[in-house]
Protein backbone atom coordinates (compact mmCIF):
# COMPACT_ATOMS: atom_id res chain seq x y z
CA UNK A 1 0.00 0.00 0.00
CA UNK A 2 1.23 3.31 -0.89
CA UNK A 3 2.08 5.61 2.38
CA UNK A 4 1.06 9.05 2.12
CA UNK A 5 4.70 10.14 2.68
CA UNK A 6 5.74 8.81 -0.75
CA UNK A 7 3.09 10.79 -2.10
CA UNK A 8 3.44 14.50 -0.66
CA UNK A 9 5.65 16.15 -3.25
CA UNK A 10 3.75 14.78 -5.76
CA UNK A 11 0.44 16.61 -4.23
CA UNK A 12 2.93 19.85 -3.91
CA UNK A 13 3.37 19.65 -7.47
CA UNK A 14 -0.07 19.74 -7.94
CA UNK A 15 -0.61 16.11 -9.24
CA UNK A 16 -4.05 15.35 -10.09
CA UNK A 17 -3.46 11.38 -9.48
CA UNK A 18 -1.42 12.10 -5.90
CA UNK A 19 -3.97 14.78 -4.42
CA UNK A 20 -6.67 11.95 -5.31
CA UNK A 21 -4.70 9.77 -3.07
CA UNK A 22 -4.06 11.98 -0.30
CA UNK A 23 -7.85 12.62 -0.24
CA UNK A 24 -8.72 9.25 0.09
CA UNK A 25 -5.70 8.94 3.15
CA UNK A 26 -7.37 11.69 4.91
CA UNK A 27 -10.98 10.38 4.57
CA UNK A 28 -9.64 7.06 6.02
CA UNK A 29 -7.23 8.45 8.50
CA UNK A 30 -4.41 6.10 6.89
CA UNK A 31 -1.68 6.04 9.21
CA UNK A 32 1.57 8.20 8.52
CA UNK A 33 -1.54 11.02 6.88
CA UNK A 34 -0.59 13.42 10.45
CA UNK A 35 3.33 13.95 8.88
CA UNK A 36 1.60 14.63 5.22
CA UNK A 37 -1.06 16.81 6.30
CA UNK A 38 1.90 18.37 8.45
CA UNK A 39 3.71 19.59 5.06
CA UNK A 40 0.77 20.58 3.25
CA UNK A 41 -0.10 22.73 6.41
CA UNK A 42 3.02 25.04 5.59
CA UNK A 43 2.15 25.32 2.02
CA UNK A 44 -1.27 26.34 2.17
CA UNK A 45 -3.26 29.37 2.92
CA UNK A 46 -3.12 30.79 -0.41
CA UNK A 47 -6.63 29.36 -1.65
CA UNK A 48 -9.64 31.21 -1.82
CA UNK A 49 -12.22 28.52 -0.11
CA UNK A 50 -15.68 28.88 -0.82
CA UNK A 51 -18.93 27.75 0.29
CA UNK A 52 -21.86 26.95 -1.15
CA UNK A 53 -24.73 25.88 0.61
CA UNK A 54 -28.41 25.40 0.10
CA UNK A 55 -31.70 23.26 0.05
CA UNK A 56 -31.33 20.23 -2.49
CA UNK A 57 -32.26 21.13 -6.16
CA UNK A 58 -31.31 24.60 -5.49
CA UNK A 59 -28.93 24.43 -8.30
CA UNK A 60 -25.82 24.18 -6.05
CA UNK A 61 -23.88 21.79 -8.44
CA UNK A 62 -24.65 23.64 -11.93
CA UNK A 63 -23.54 27.07 -9.82
CA UNK A 64 -20.40 25.35 -8.86
CA UNK A 65 -19.78 24.13 -12.51
CA UNK A 66 -20.43 27.78 -13.41
CA UNK A 67 -18.36 29.34 -10.88
CA UNK A 68 -15.75 26.70 -12.02
CA UNK A 69 -15.83 27.71 -15.75
CA UNK A 70 -15.39 31.23 -14.86
CA UNK A 71 -12.40 30.68 -12.95
CA UNK A 72 -10.83 28.41 -15.36
CA UNK A 73 -11.27 31.31 -18.07
CA UNK A 74 -8.76 33.94 -15.83
CA UNK A 75 -6.70 30.84 -15.61
CA UNK A 76 -7.45 29.88 -11.72
CA UNK A 77 -7.02 26.13 -10.70
CA UNK A 78 -10.32 25.04 -8.92
CA UNK A 79 -10.82 22.22 -6.53
CA UNK A 80 -14.53 21.06 -5.66
CA UNK A 81 -15.65 19.09 -2.68
CA UNK A 82 -19.28 18.20 -3.05
CA UNK A 83 -21.14 16.64 -0.28
CA UNK A 84 -23.61 14.31 -0.32
CA UNK A 85 -25.21 12.48 2.40
CA UNK A 86 -25.30 8.58 2.94
CA UNK A 87 -27.72 6.56 3.33
CA UNK A 88 -28.72 6.09 7.24
CA UNK A 89 -29.25 2.24 6.97
CA UNK A 90 -26.18 1.30 4.65
CA UNK A 91 -23.72 4.17 5.23
CA UNK A 92 -23.38 3.45 1.32
CA UNK A 93 -24.30 6.47 -0.51
CA UNK A 94 -25.01 7.63 -4.25
CA UNK A 95 -22.85 10.92 -4.59
CA UNK A 96 -24.58 12.47 -8.04
CA UNK A 97 -23.22 16.07 -7.73
CA UNK A 98 -20.67 15.39 -11.17
CA UNK A 99 -23.36 14.72 -13.23
CA UNK A 100 -23.86 18.06 -13.23
CA UNK A 101 -20.24 19.33 -13.37
CA UNK A 102 -19.37 16.99 -16.16
CA UNK A 103 -17.99 19.90 -18.72
CA UNK A 104 -14.64 19.80 -17.11
CA UNK A 105 -13.92 16.68 -17.51
CA UNK A 106 -10.86 16.52 -19.76
CA UNK A 107 -9.23 19.85 -17.74
CA UNK A 108 -6.82 18.74 -15.53
CA UNK A 109 -6.98 22.48 -13.77
CA UNK A 110 -10.34 21.37 -12.57
CA UNK A 111 -10.28 18.94 -9.64
CA UNK A 112 -13.62 17.48 -8.37
CA UNK A 113 -14.18 14.93 -5.28
CA UNK A 114 -17.54 13.88 -4.22
CA UNK A 115 -17.55 13.14 -0.34
CA UNK A 116 -20.46 11.21 1.38
CA UNK A 117 -21.01 12.28 5.02
CA UNK A 118 -20.48 8.68 6.33
CA UNK A 119 -17.46 7.82 4.93
CA UNK A 120 -15.11 9.88 6.77
CA UNK A 121 -13.53 7.62 9.63
CA UNK A 122 -12.95 10.43 12.74
CA UNK A 123 -15.56 13.07 11.49
CA UNK A 124 -16.72 14.80 8.11
CA UNK A 125 -15.50 18.23 9.15
CA UNK A 126 -12.11 17.17 9.92
CA UNK A 127 -11.96 15.16 6.52
CA UNK A 128 -13.15 18.01 5.14
CA UNK A 129 -10.97 20.52 6.73
CA UNK A 130 -8.11 18.62 6.17
CA UNK A 131 -9.21 17.64 2.30
CA UNK A 132 -9.23 22.06 2.09
CA UNK A 133 -5.53 21.46 3.46
CA UNK A 134 -5.12 19.13 0.67
CA UNK A 135 -6.21 21.21 -2.53
CA UNK A 136 -4.84 24.24 -1.10
CA UNK A 137 -1.53 22.97 -0.74
CA UNK A 138 -1.16 21.31 -3.94
CA UNK A 139 -1.79 24.73 -5.19
CA UNK A 140 -5.63 24.98 -6.04
CA UNK A 141 -6.12 29.06 -6.66
CA UNK A 142 -9.78 28.13 -5.61
CA UNK A 143 -11.63 25.38 -3.54
CA UNK A 144 -15.33 25.63 -3.59
CA UNK A 145 -17.30 23.09 -0.59
CA UNK A 146 -20.97 22.27 -1.78
CA UNK A 147 -23.13 21.05 0.84
CA UNK A 148 -27.07 20.70 1.87
CA UNK A 149 -26.90 23.25 4.76
CA UNK A 150 -28.19 20.66 7.16
CA UNK A 151 -26.45 19.35 10.47
CA UNK A 152 -24.01 20.73 12.79
CA UNK A 153 -21.24 18.81 10.86
CA UNK A 154 -22.14 20.34 7.91
CA UNK A 155 -22.81 23.71 9.51
CA UNK A 156 -18.94 22.82 10.68
CA UNK A 157 -17.58 22.41 7.43
CA UNK A 158 -18.81 25.33 5.52
CA UNK A 159 -17.90 27.54 8.44
CA UNK A 160 -14.47 26.51 7.18
CA UNK A 161 -14.96 28.75 4.16
CA UNK A 162 -13.64 32.19 3.34
CA UNK A 163 -16.52 33.23 1.73
CA UNK A 164 -19.94 31.52 2.30
CA UNK A 165 -22.97 31.49 -0.06
CA UNK A 166 -26.39 30.56 0.35
CA UNK A 167 -28.11 29.47 -2.66
CA UNK A 168 -31.67 29.73 -2.26
CA UNK A 169 -34.24 29.32 -5.41
CA UNK A 170 -37.81 31.49 -6.12
CA UNK A 171 -40.53 29.88 -4.39
CA UNK A 172 -39.30 28.30 -1.38
CA UNK A 173 -41.58 29.52 0.60
CA UNK A 174 -40.68 28.15 4.13
CA UNK A 175 -37.75 27.25 3.42
CA UNK A 176 -36.88 30.68 3.28
CA UNK A 177 -37.61 30.47 6.58
CA UNK A 178 -35.34 27.31 7.48
CA UNK A 179 -32.31 29.34 5.91
CA UNK A 180 -33.16 32.32 8.26
CA UNK A 181 -33.28 29.45 11.16
CA UNK A 182 -30.06 28.16 10.42
CA UNK A 183 -27.72 29.36 7.73
CA UNK A 184 -28.18 33.28 8.39
CA UNK A 185 -25.10 33.82 10.49
CA UNK A 186 -22.73 32.57 7.96
CA UNK A 187 -24.08 33.92 5.13
CA UNK A 188 -21.55 36.15 3.52
CA UNK A 189 -23.67 36.09 -0.29
CA UNK A 190 -26.85 35.31 -0.88
CA UNK A 191 -27.93 33.82 -4.32
CA UNK A 192 -30.85 33.42 -6.05
CA UNK A 193 -30.51 31.09 -8.03
CA UNK A 194 -32.92 29.86 -11.19
CA UNK A 195 -33.29 33.38 -11.42
CA UNK A 196 -35.27 32.77 -14.71
CA UNK A 197 -38.10 31.40 -12.90
CA UNK A 198 -41.30 33.29 -11.77
CA UNK A 199 -40.87 35.43 -8.25
CA UNK A 200 -36.80 36.31 -8.31
CA UNK A 201 -37.82 39.50 -7.73
CA UNK A 202 -40.04 38.41 -4.49
CA UNK A 203 -37.35 36.08 -3.34
CA UNK A 204 -34.78 39.06 -3.59
CA UNK A 205 -37.29 41.14 -1.31
CA UNK A 206 -37.53 38.76 1.22
CA UNK A 207 -34.10 38.04 1.60
CA UNK A 208 -33.39 41.41 1.68
CA UNK A 209 -36.35 42.57 4.54
CA UNK A 210 -34.52 38.80 6.46
CA UNK A 211 -31.04 40.76 6.65
CA UNK A 212 -32.35 44.45 7.46
CA UNK A 213 -34.00 42.83 10.62
CA UNK A 214 -30.81 41.13 11.32
CA UNK A 215 -28.49 43.12 13.42
CA UNK A 216 -26.11 44.02 11.48
CA UNK A 217 -23.66 46.90 13.15
CA UNK A 218 -21.96 49.64 10.88
CA UNK A 219 -18.78 48.55 9.98
CA UNK A 220 -19.74 45.26 8.51
CA UNK A 221 -19.53 43.27 5.70
CA UNK A 222 -22.87 44.64 3.68
CA UNK A 223 -24.02 41.16 2.45
CA UNK A 224 -25.54 41.12 -0.94
CA UNK A 225 -27.98 38.99 -2.78
CA UNK A 226 -26.68 37.29 -5.93
CA UNK A 227 -29.36 36.69 -8.74
CA UNK A 228 -28.06 33.89 -11.14
CA UNK A 229 -29.17 31.65 -13.74
CA UNK A 230 -26.59 28.81 -13.34
CA UNK A 231 -28.13 26.76 -15.62
CA UNK A 232 -26.74 29.40 -18.70
CA UNK A 233 -24.17 31.48 -16.39
CA UNK A 234 -26.22 34.42 -16.09
CA UNK A 235 -24.93 36.40 -12.98
CA UNK A 236 -22.37 33.96 -12.83
CA UNK A 237 -19.09 36.48 -13.51
CA UNK A 238 -20.88 38.89 -11.54
CA UNK A 239 -21.46 36.73 -8.65
CA UNK A 240 -17.79 35.64 -8.72
CA UNK A 241 -16.64 39.44 -8.36
CA UNK A 242 -19.15 39.55 -5.40
CA UNK A 243 -16.68 36.70 -3.77
CA UNK A 244 -13.81 38.54 -4.87
CA UNK A 245 -14.61 41.82 -2.96
CA UNK A 246 -15.80 39.81 -0.38
CA UNK A 247 -12.32 38.23 0.09
CA UNK A 248 -11.01 41.51 -0.29
CA UNK A 249 -12.95 42.87 2.47
CA UNK A 250 -11.78 40.45 4.81
CA UNK A 251 -8.26 41.42 4.40
CA UNK A 252 -8.60 44.56 4.61
CA UNK A 253 -10.38 44.75 7.82
CA UNK A 254 -8.82 41.91 9.38
CA UNK A 255 -11.59 39.60 9.23
CA UNK A 256 -9.53 37.33 6.99
CA UNK A 257 -6.92 36.77 9.91
CA UNK A 258 -9.92 36.35 12.29
CA UNK A 259 -11.18 33.49 10.60
CA UNK A 260 -7.72 32.18 9.81
CA UNK A 261 -7.95 32.18 13.41
CA UNK A 262 -10.99 31.01 14.73
CA UNK A 263 -10.27 28.04 12.13
CA UNK A 264 -7.17 27.42 13.71
CA UNK A 265 -8.61 27.09 17.20
CA UNK A 266 -10.97 24.65 16.15
CA UNK A 267 -9.15 22.22 14.82
CA UNK A 268 -6.24 22.68 17.21
CA UNK A 269 -9.17 21.92 19.67
CA UNK A 270 -10.30 18.89 17.51
CA UNK A 271 -6.56 16.89 17.32
CA UNK A 272 -6.39 18.00 20.83
CA UNK A 273 -9.20 16.20 22.26
CA UNK A 274 -7.93 13.49 19.82
CA UNK A 275 -4.65 13.38 21.38
CA UNK A 276 -5.63 13.88 24.94
CA UNK A 277 -8.27 10.80 25.06
CA UNK A 278 -5.99 8.43 22.80
CA UNK A 279 -4.39 8.02 26.79
CA UNK A 280 -7.76 8.00 28.49
CA UNK A 281 -9.23 4.87 28.02
CA UNK A 282 -8.84 1.58 29.69
CA UNK A 283 -6.14 -0.57 28.84
CA UNK A 284 -3.38 2.80 29.32
CA UNK A 285 -2.00 1.80 32.88
CA UNK A 286 -2.44 5.36 34.12
CA UNK A 287 -6.23 5.39 33.20
CA UNK A 288 -6.71 2.07 34.92
CA UNK A 289 -4.92 2.84 38.33
CA UNK A 290 -6.97 6.64 38.06
CA UNK A 291 -10.39 4.44 37.40
CA UNK A 292 -8.69 2.17 40.52
CA UNK A 293 -7.98 5.01 42.75
CA UNK A 294 -11.58 6.94 42.31
CA UNK A 295 -13.48 3.72 42.19
CA UNK A 296 -12.09 3.17 45.76
CA UNK A 297 -12.70 6.79 47.14
CA UNK A 298 -9.20 7.09 47.37
CA UNK A 299 -8.93 10.14 44.95
CA UNK A 300 -11.61 11.89 43.27
CA UNK A 301 -12.69 12.41 39.61
CA UNK A 302 -11.09 15.79 39.34
CA UNK A 303 -7.55 15.19 40.71
CA UNK A 304 -7.36 12.15 39.13
CA UNK A 305 -8.08 13.83 35.93
CA UNK A 306 -5.68 17.04 36.41
CA UNK A 307 -3.21 14.46 37.09
CA UNK A 308 -3.44 12.31 33.76
CA UNK A 309 -3.61 15.62 31.67
CA UNK A 310 -0.77 16.74 33.49
CA UNK A 311 -2.34 19.66 34.68
CA UNK A 312 -2.05 19.67 38.84
CA UNK B 1 -9.89 4.78 16.42
CA UNK B 2 -13.22 3.95 14.76
CA UNK B 3 -12.92 0.24 13.24
CA UNK B 4 -15.83 0.77 10.76
CA UNK B 5 -14.66 -1.06 7.44
CA UNK B 6 -13.65 1.67 4.57
CA UNK B 7 -16.23 1.67 1.66
CA UNK B 8 -15.83 0.43 -1.31
CA UNK B 9 -15.86 3.73 -3.90
CA UNK B 10 -17.85 2.52 -7.26
CA UNK B 11 -17.83 4.67 -10.37
CA UNK B 12 -20.28 4.29 -12.63
CA UNK B 13 -20.75 5.49 -16.14
CA UNK B 14 -22.57 6.02 -19.02
CA UNK B 15 -20.33 6.87 -22.22
CA UNK B 16 -21.35 7.69 -25.49
CA UNK B 17 -24.72 7.93 -26.72
CA UNK B 18 -26.26 5.23 -25.40
CA UNK B 19 -29.55 6.79 -23.37
CA UNK B 20 -30.34 3.36 -21.62
CA UNK B 21 -29.83 4.56 -17.27
CA UNK B 22 -32.31 2.05 -15.94
CA UNK B 23 -29.72 -0.63 -15.54
CA UNK B 24 -27.09 1.53 -14.09
CA UNK B 25 -29.55 3.45 -11.56
CA UNK B 26 -30.85 -0.10 -10.37
CA UNK B 27 -27.28 -1.18 -9.82
CA UNK B 28 -26.49 2.02 -7.94
CA UNK B 29 -28.99 1.56 -5.89
CA UNK B 30 -28.02 -1.84 -5.21
CA UNK B 31 -24.31 -1.03 -4.44
CA UNK B 32 -25.16 1.77 -1.77
CA UNK B 33 -27.50 -0.70 -0.09
CA UNK B 34 -24.59 -2.74 0.00
CA UNK B 35 -22.84 -0.09 2.05
CA UNK B 36 -20.78 1.04 -1.10
CA UNK B 37 -20.43 4.79 -2.18
CA UNK B 38 -21.38 5.06 -5.68
CA UNK B 39 -20.43 8.22 -7.74
CA UNK B 40 -22.35 8.39 -10.71
CA UNK B 41 -21.21 10.39 -13.81
CA UNK B 42 -24.81 11.01 -15.78
CA UNK B 43 -25.40 10.34 -19.42
CA UNK B 44 -23.10 11.09 -22.24
CA UNK B 45 -19.79 10.85 -21.23
CA UNK B 46 -16.66 11.19 -23.22
CA UNK B 47 -13.90 7.84 -22.16
CA UNK B 48 -11.58 11.16 -21.42
CA UNK B 49 -14.36 12.47 -18.64
CA UNK B 50 -14.66 9.20 -17.12
CA UNK B 51 -11.11 8.44 -16.56
CA UNK B 52 -10.13 11.42 -15.50
CA UNK B 53 -13.28 11.65 -13.13
CA UNK B 54 -12.20 8.04 -11.99
CA UNK B 55 -8.69 9.20 -10.98
CA UNK B 56 -10.15 12.32 -9.15
CA UNK B 57 -12.24 10.13 -7.24
CA UNK B 58 -9.71 7.63 -6.63
CA UNK B 59 -12.58 4.77 -6.92
CA UNK B 60 -11.67 1.23 -6.57
CA UNK B 61 -13.60 -0.25 -9.50
CA UNK B 62 -14.98 2.03 -12.49
CA UNK B 63 -18.27 0.47 -14.02
CA UNK B 64 -19.31 1.54 -17.49
CA UNK B 65 -22.87 0.04 -18.26
CA UNK B 66 -23.14 -0.46 -21.84
CA UNK B 67 -26.27 -1.43 -24.30
CA UNK B 68 -25.46 0.51 -27.20
CA UNK B 69 -23.97 -2.46 -28.74
CA UNK B 70 -20.61 0.17 -28.83
CA UNK B 71 -18.57 -1.68 -26.09
CA UNK B 72 -15.74 -3.13 -28.47
CA UNK B 73 -14.83 0.47 -29.52
CA UNK B 74 -15.75 2.06 -26.25
CA UNK B 75 -13.03 -0.44 -24.41
CA UNK B 76 -10.62 -0.21 -26.71
CA UNK B 77 -10.37 3.48 -26.35
CA UNK B 78 -10.22 3.32 -22.40
CA UNK B 79 -7.65 0.80 -22.67
CA UNK B 80 -5.66 3.10 -25.20
CA UNK B 81 -5.83 5.72 -23.06
CA UNK B 82 -4.98 4.28 -19.76
CA UNK B 83 -1.71 2.80 -21.66
CA UNK B 84 -0.92 7.17 -22.21
CA UNK B 85 -1.10 7.60 -18.82
CA UNK B 86 1.87 8.82 -16.30
CA UNK B 87 0.82 6.16 -14.28
CA UNK B 88 -1.79 2.98 -14.36
CA UNK B 89 -4.18 3.53 -11.99
CA UNK B 90 -5.41 1.39 -9.40
CA UNK B 91 -8.96 1.17 -10.15
CA UNK B 92 -10.18 -2.30 -11.45
CA UNK B 93 -12.77 -1.90 -14.78
CA UNK B 94 -15.90 -3.74 -15.25
CA UNK B 95 -18.77 -3.94 -17.86
CA UNK B 96 -22.38 -4.64 -17.33
CA UNK B 97 -25.53 -3.96 -19.51
CA UNK B 98 -26.45 -5.76 -22.81
CA UNK B 99 -23.20 -7.26 -24.41
CA UNK B 100 -23.15 -10.79 -27.07
CA UNK B 101 -21.40 -13.60 -25.37
CA UNK B 102 -18.78 -13.50 -27.79
CA UNK B 103 -17.22 -10.21 -26.84
CA UNK B 104 -16.11 -11.13 -23.48
CA UNK B 105 -13.40 -13.34 -23.84
CA UNK B 106 -11.78 -9.92 -25.84
CA UNK B 107 -13.49 -7.90 -23.58
CA UNK B 108 -11.47 -9.16 -20.40
CA UNK B 109 -7.87 -9.90 -22.85
CA UNK B 110 -8.19 -6.06 -23.06
CA UNK B 111 -8.29 -6.12 -19.09
CA UNK B 112 -11.98 -5.81 -18.25
CA UNK B 113 -12.13 -7.11 -14.96
CA UNK B 114 -15.77 -8.72 -15.18
CA UNK B 115 -18.56 -8.45 -17.81
CA UNK B 116 -21.89 -8.53 -16.07
CA UNK B 117 -24.70 -9.22 -18.80
CA UNK B 118 -28.04 -8.58 -18.48
CA UNK B 119 -29.46 -11.13 -16.48
CA UNK B 120 -26.64 -10.75 -13.60
CA UNK B 121 -28.56 -11.04 -9.73
CA UNK B 122 -27.89 -8.08 -7.99
CA UNK B 123 -26.20 -10.39 -5.30
CA UNK B 124 -24.36 -11.71 -7.80
CA UNK B 125 -23.23 -7.65 -9.04
CA UNK B 126 -22.30 -6.75 -5.15
CA UNK B 127 -20.19 -10.00 -4.99
CA UNK B 128 -18.26 -9.40 -8.35
CA UNK B 129 -17.53 -5.88 -6.98
CA UNK B 130 -16.30 -6.98 -3.92
CA UNK B 131 -14.00 -9.30 -5.79
CA UNK B 132 -12.57 -7.20 -7.99
CA UNK B 133 -12.25 -4.64 -5.90
CA UNK B 134 -9.63 -6.40 -3.48
CA UNK B 135 -6.40 -5.64 -5.35
CA UNK B 136 -7.24 -2.12 -5.91
CA UNK B 137 -7.41 -1.65 -2.02
CA UNK B 138 -4.15 -3.40 -1.42
CA UNK B 139 -2.31 -0.42 -4.08
C1 LIG C 1 -36.11 0.11 -21.87
C2 LIG C 1 -35.35 0.12 -23.18
C3 LIG C 1 -35.24 1.33 -23.83
C4 LIG C 1 -35.74 2.65 -23.25
C5 LIG C 1 -34.64 3.18 -22.30
C6 LIG C 1 -35.19 3.93 -21.09
C7 LIG C 1 -34.07 4.30 -20.15
N1 LIG C 1 -34.05 5.56 -19.74
O1 LIG C 1 -33.25 3.50 -19.78
C8 LIG C 1 -35.90 3.49 -24.54
C9 LIG C 1 -37.33 3.33 -25.07
C10 LIG C 1 -35.62 5.00 -24.37
C11 LIG C 1 -34.94 2.79 -25.46
C12 LIG C 1 -34.41 3.39 -26.59
C13 LIG C 1 -33.59 2.75 -27.48
N2 LIG C 1 -33.23 1.47 -27.48
CO1 LIG C 1 -33.61 0.32 -26.04
N3 LIG C 1 -34.11 -0.99 -24.90
C14 LIG C 1 -34.79 -1.07 -23.73
C15 LIG C 1 -34.95 -2.50 -23.23
C16 LIG C 1 -36.33 -3.00 -23.68
C17 LIG C 1 -34.82 -2.74 -21.75
C18 LIG C 1 -33.57 -2.10 -21.10
C19 LIG C 1 -33.82 -1.96 -19.62
O2 LIG C 1 -34.09 -0.86 -19.12
N4 LIG C 1 -33.77 -3.08 -18.92
C20 LIG C 1 -34.01 -3.11 -17.48
C21 LIG C 1 -32.69 -2.81 -16.74
C22 LIG C 1 -32.92 -2.87 -15.25
O3 LIG C 1 -31.76 -3.82 -17.11
P1 LIG C 1 -30.39 -3.54 -17.85
O4 LIG C 1 -30.38 -2.20 -18.43
O5 LIG C 1 -30.03 -4.67 -18.71
O6 LIG C 1 -29.38 -3.50 -16.64
C23 LIG C 1 -29.11 -4.65 -15.86
C24 LIG C 1 -27.89 -5.42 -16.32
O7 LIG C 1 -27.62 -5.27 -17.69
C25 LIG C 1 -26.78 -4.93 -15.46
N5 LIG C 1 -26.06 -3.69 -15.78
C26 LIG C 1 -26.38 -2.67 -16.59
N6 LIG C 1 -25.44 -1.73 -16.57
C27 LIG C 1 -24.49 -2.13 -15.71
C28 LIG C 1 -23.28 -1.56 -15.31
C29 LIG C 1 -22.48 -2.22 -14.40
C30 LIG C 1 -21.21 -1.61 -13.97
C31 LIG C 1 -22.89 -3.48 -13.89
C32 LIG C 1 -22.05 -4.19 -12.92
C33 LIG C 1 -24.08 -4.05 -14.30
C34 LIG C 1 -24.87 -3.38 -15.21
O8 LIG C 1 -27.45 -4.71 -14.22
C35 LIG C 1 -28.74 -4.15 -14.49
C36 LIG C 1 -29.69 -4.51 -13.41
O9 LIG C 1 -29.90 -5.89 -13.36
C37 LIG C 1 -33.78 -3.23 -24.00
C38 LIG C 1 -34.03 -4.70 -24.31
C39 LIG C 1 -33.50 -5.58 -23.24
N7 LIG C 1 -34.15 -6.66 -23.02
O10 LIG C 1 -32.47 -5.27 -22.60
C40 LIG C 1 -33.70 -2.41 -25.28
C41 LIG C 1 -32.37 -2.31 -25.99
C42 LIG C 1 -31.23 -2.12 -25.01
N8 LIG C 1 -32.56 -1.06 -26.84
C43 LIG C 1 -32.05 -1.19 -27.98
C44 LIG C 1 -32.11 -0.16 -28.95
C45 LIG C 1 -31.57 -0.52 -30.32
C46 LIG C 1 -32.64 1.10 -28.65
C47 LIG C 1 -32.73 2.27 -29.62
C48 LIG C 1 -31.51 2.52 -30.46
C49 LIG C 1 -33.99 2.06 -30.43
C50 LIG C 1 -34.19 3.06 -31.55
N9 LIG C 1 -33.96 2.59 -32.74
O11 LIG C 1 -34.53 4.19 -31.29
C51 LIG C 1 -33.00 3.47 -28.66
C52 LIG C 1 -31.68 4.14 -28.26
C53 LIG C 1 -31.85 5.18 -27.20
C54 LIG C 1 -30.51 5.75 -26.75
N10 LIG C 1 -30.30 7.05 -26.86
O12 LIG C 1 -29.65 5.03 -26.31
C55 LIG C 1 -31.38 -2.53 -28.22
C56 LIG C 1 -29.85 -2.43 -28.18
C57 LIG C 1 -29.23 -3.31 -29.25
C58 LIG C 1 -27.77 -3.50 -29.10
N11 LIG C 1 -27.16 -3.36 -27.96
O13 LIG C 1 -27.16 -3.88 -30.06
C59 LIG C 1 -32.04 -3.40 -27.11
C60 LIG C 1 -31.12 -4.53 -26.59
C61 LIG C 1 -33.32 -3.99 -27.70
C62 LIG C 1 -33.03 -4.98 -28.81
N12 LIG C 1 -33.09 -6.27 -28.52
O14 LIG C 1 -32.82 -4.60 -29.93
N13 LIG C 1 -34.69 1.57 -25.10
N1 LIG D 1 -34.33 26.79 -14.53
C1 LIG D 1 -33.15 26.63 -13.95
N2 LIG D 1 -32.77 25.40 -13.57
C2 LIG D 1 -31.57 25.25 -12.97
C3 LIG D 1 -30.71 26.34 -12.74
N3 LIG D 1 -29.61 25.90 -12.12
C4 LIG D 1 -29.78 24.57 -11.95
N4 LIG D 1 -30.95 24.17 -12.48
C5 LIG D 1 -31.50 22.80 -12.48
O1 LIG D 1 -31.87 22.43 -11.15
C6 LIG D 1 -31.68 21.04 -10.96
C7 LIG D 1 -30.85 20.79 -9.71
O2 LIG D 1 -29.55 21.28 -9.92
P1 LIG D 1 -28.30 20.82 -9.04
O3 LIG D 1 -27.16 21.65 -9.49
O4 LIG D 1 -28.14 19.36 -9.10
O5 LIG D 1 -28.78 21.25 -7.59
P2 LIG D 1 -28.13 20.92 -6.15
O6 LIG D 1 -28.87 19.75 -5.60
O7 LIG D 1 -28.37 22.15 -5.34
O8 LIG D 1 -26.68 20.65 -6.35
C8 LIG D 1 -31.04 20.52 -12.23
O9 LIG D 1 -32.03 19.92 -13.02
C9 LIG D 1 -30.48 21.75 -12.88
O10 LIG D 1 -30.41 21.63 -14.28
C10 LIG D 1 -31.14 27.64 -13.18
O11 LIG D 1 -30.46 28.64 -13.02
N5 LIG D 1 -32.36 27.71 -13.77
MG1 LIG E 1 -25.52 19.02 -5.78
Redesign the pocket.
Known sequence: MTAPKEIVDAVLEGRNQAVARMLTFVERRTDGVDDALAVLHRSAGSAHVLGLTGPPGSGKSTLVSALARHYRSEGRTVGVLAVDPSSVFSGGAILGDRIRMSDHGDDAGVFIRSVATRGALGGLSRACLDAITVLDGAGTDVVILETVGVGQAEVDVISAAQTVAVVSVPGMGDDVQAIKAGLLEVADVHVVNKADRDGASRTVAELREMLRLSRRSAGQWNVPIQQTVAANGDGVADLAAVFGAHLEWMTEHGERERRARRNAATRIRWVAEELVLDELRPGVAAFDHALDEVTAHRTDPLSAARHLVGRR | MDTREEPIR?M??KIG???????????AR?LRDAGMEVIYTGLHRSPEQVLDAAVQEDVD?L????????HMPIFTRIFHLIDGMPERPRFAI???????DEDVDALTAMGVA?V???????DT?VE??RDVSAPAREA
Open positions: VLALDGHDRGVKVVTVGVSLLSGAIAGGVMPALGQDTAPVRI
